[in-house]
C-alpha cells in the first residue's frame, strides 16, 4: 500500500496542472467524429473517394507493403515514395521533393537542420506550433514578427544585423493561416527575402489543393526559386497523410545528409505515397472540387456577415467569441443539434480570442452550411 501511495504522489503535480486548467476552462479530452463535418481539414472530400481508394487497394493487390519497415537511408526506400516526390516537384514547380511522415515533423526537421549556427528563423508570430518548436530547437537565432506585417520582418532582420548578426536570415510563414484563414504577404516578404539576401520557407498546409492555379497553392509562382522552400502537407486536402517539402535539389540532398528526423525516423508508409501522388492527380484532373468548395465559401461569408461578423475569404471562417467558456458552449450546442464544430481555445489561439473553427469543406453541401448558420444564429443569442 505504501508503495502505491508513492506512486501516486509521484503523478501529483501532473494532476494539479490538469486542475489548473480546468479552472481557466482549458482542459481538453477527446471526442469521436459525429454529424456534419464543419471540423476536419479534408477540404476537398479526398480522405474517402473512390478514387483513393481503389488506388491503395490496386497497390495492395499489386504487393506494395503496408510499412516501409526502416528508415529511407536504410531499406525504407520504396519504389513509391520516389514516385511521389517525382510528381511533387513537377506538379508544384521545384526542382526536388521529399517526403516526410507528417506536417509537424517537416517543419520541424526543415528549421532543426536547414537554418545554421549564426543564422536568424523570423517567424510570423501566429505561424504553426511545429514551426516554433523547430525554431527553439535548432541552432539559429531567433524572432518573432507581426503577423503578417512584412515591415516588422524586415525589422526584425536589420536589429539581428546590428546586433553583429552575420547569417543568412529565414523568413518563415504560412500561405494560410489554420485558425485565422487569412493570407500572408507572400510578395512583400519574399521582396524581404530578395533584399536581405535570405530565405523564404512557406508552409502551405491549409492552401494546398485548394489555392492556385491547379491547386498548387499560394506560393507557386515562388516555387523553384534558390531561397525558396515550400511545406506542402498531404493529410489536409490531400486526404491522405505525410508532407512534401519542395526545394532545390542541394537542399534536399542536405536533408537527406544531415536532417535527424528524416534519416532516423522510419519512413512513411509506401501506402501513403500512392494515396497522395493519387490525390495530387485528382487535384490537377478535378478542377470542380474547388469551384464547389468556392461555392460554400461565398455562402458561409454571408452568413457570417448576417451575424454581424467578418468573412475569411477562405475555406476556414473563425467566429471568435472570446471567453473560453462561452466558446465551448457553443460549440457543444452546435454539436448537439448535428453539427461537428470545434471550439478552439488558449495557447492554441491569442489570449481573448477562444472561438469556433469552422472548417468547410466537400464533405458537406450547400444545405448544410445554411442549416449551420441559422442553428450558430439561434445559439449566439442564447449564450450571451
Not at 145 to 163: L, Y
Amino acid at each position: 500500500m505504501k508503495g502505491r501511495a508513492n506512486g501516486r504522489a509521484i503523478l501529483d503535480r501532473y494532476e494539479a496542472s490538469l486542475r489548473g486548467l480546468a479552472r481557466k476552462d482549458r482542459l481538453r479530452s477527446l471526442s469521436g467524429r459525429s454529424g456534419a463535418d464543419f471540423a476536419s481539414n479534408d477540404y476537398l472530400g479526398l480522405a474517402r473517394s473512390k478514387r483513393m481508394r481503389e488506388a491503395v487497394a490496386a497497390a495492395l493487390a499489386a504487393g506494395t507493403p503496408v510499412g516501409a519497415t526502416g528508415s529511407r537511408l536504410l531499406r525504407g526506400n520504396d519504389p513509391e515514395h520516389e514516385a511521389l516526390e517525382a510528381k511533387a516537384a513537377c506538379f508544384f514547380g521545384a526542382e526536388r521533393a521529399l517526403f516526410f511522415g507528417g506536417g509537424y515533423v517537416a517543419n520541424f526537421a526543415v528549421l532543426t537542420t536547414l537554418p545554421q549556427k549564426g543564422d536568424l528563423i523570423v517567424l510570423d508570430e501566429l505561424i504553426h506550433a511545429s514551426a516554433h518548436e523547430g525554431a527553439r530547437a535548432g541552432r539559429a537565432d531567433m524572432a518573432e514578427a507581426a503577423h503578417n506585417d512584412a515591415a516588422a520582418v524586415e525589422d526584425a532582420i536589420r536589429t539581428w544585423r546590428v546586433k553583429g548578426g552575420a547569417g543568412r536570415p529565414w523568413i518563415v510563414a504560412e500561405s494560410l493561416y489554420s485558425m485565422d484563414g487569412d493570407r500572408a504577404p507572400l510578395a512583400e516578404l519574399i521582396a524581404v527575402a530578395d533584399r536581405q539576401d535570405a530565405f523564404l520557407f512557406v508552409d502551405e498546409a491549409h492552401a494546398t489543393g485548394v489555392h492556385g492555379p491547379d491547386g498548387r497553392g499560394l506560393a507557386h509562382d515562388l516555387e523553384g526559386r534558390d531561397n525558396v522552400v515550400v511545406l506542402h502537407t498531404c493529410g489536409k486536402a490531400l486526404g491522405a497523410s505525410g508532407a512534401l517539402v519542395t526545394a532545390p535539389a542541394v537542399l534536399c540532398d542536405y536533408l537527406v545528409n544531415r536532417c535527424r528526423p528524416f534519416i532516423y525516423a522510419t519512413a512513411p508508409s509506401p501506402l501513403m505515397a500512392v494515396a497522395a501522388a493519387t490525390a495530387i492527380d485528382i487535384v490537377a484532373q478535378e478542377p470542380e472540387r474547388r469551384e464547389r468548395l468556392a461555392r460554400l465559401v461565398g455562402l458561409a461569408g454571408k452568413g457570417a456577415e448576417d451575424l454581424g461578423l467578418p468573412a475569411s475569404g477562405s475555406q476556414i471562417l473563425p467566429i471568435i467569441v472570446g471567453d473560453n467558456r462561452r466558446a465551448m458552449a457553443l460549440a457543444e450546442a452546435l454539436q448537439a443539434r448535428g453539427f461537428d464544430v470545434r471550439g478552439i481555445r488558449p495557447p492554441t489561439v491569442p489570449e481573448g480570442t477562444a472561438r469556433l473553427r469552422i472548417s468547410l469543406t466537400l464533405d458537406v453541401g450547400e444545405a448544410d452550411v445554411s442549416a449551420l448558420f441559422d442553428a450558430l444564429a439561434e445559439e449566439w443569442d442564447r449564450t450571451q
